[in-house]
């Protein structure tokens, strides 16, 4: 267990597609910070909240640790982590506290441009390409399509023109990377966007209440921008 602190931690992305969003949302909360040297802690002034900044796919590690109380991170990446947790057999260690309206995107199933789709059975047997291994099984054992998952960190949608796999499921949001691959989107496993992610139980001492507090402040500023 960790001690007992008096400043609430967040884990946001360092660079990415959702970094400047989380800060300009948390900015918008009237937090605002000086930045350390190395540029991966930022000291919060107004408010006695941190920032850690940090790759997106760490962030629900930390929050399972203890390391920070709470993060800004797609669903997409919370979900996979707890699915994979799951499947390990470990015990649940973050969820999704609210949704934050940006960074929206769908995890999505597609298949070569030429495939006349009929729905998941086709699927049986093919090798299919993702970052989200969890999800995807979970997809597919749902539907009791028997197909082999290639685990890929990237490039996902080239992986069927190199021979690599028949089909992809990966993040889609225009749709334009999909079609330059002559790929065509079948099937949703998942609309995710970016969320503030927590612990399973809600903190306590005074991080509790800056989490309350935060909250609170995120539900006027989410409420402006609608
Ligand atoms: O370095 P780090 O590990 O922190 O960053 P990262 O490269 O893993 O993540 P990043 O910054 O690319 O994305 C962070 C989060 O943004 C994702 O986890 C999603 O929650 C969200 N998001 C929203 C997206 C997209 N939209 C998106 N379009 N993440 C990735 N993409 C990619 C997608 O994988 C595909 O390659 O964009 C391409 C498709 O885009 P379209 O517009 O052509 O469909
Ligand atoms: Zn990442």
Redesign the pocket.
Known sequence: LSPPRDRLRIAI???????EPARALLASCGLSWRESRDRLFCYGETLAVDLLL?????IPGLIAEGVCDLGI?????LLEQAHDRERGGRPPAFREWRALGF???RLALAVPEDWAWEGPAQLRGKRIAT?YPALLAAWLRERAVEAEVVVLS????IAPRLGQADAVC???????????NQLKPVATLLE???VLAGPVQPLEDARGELADLLLRRLEGALRIRR
Do not use: F, P, Y
């Not at 940090?54 to 760490?58: E, F, G, I, M, S």
């Not at 991170?73 to 990446?77: D, H, I």
């Open positions: 992305q360092k660079s990415g597609r959702l970094a940090v790759r997106d796919d760490d991170v797609g669903r997409n990446v960074g929206g995107c970052s990237g490039s996902v949608e990966d993040l889609v949001s225009t749709g334009s990377t999909l079609a330059a995710s966007e970016a």
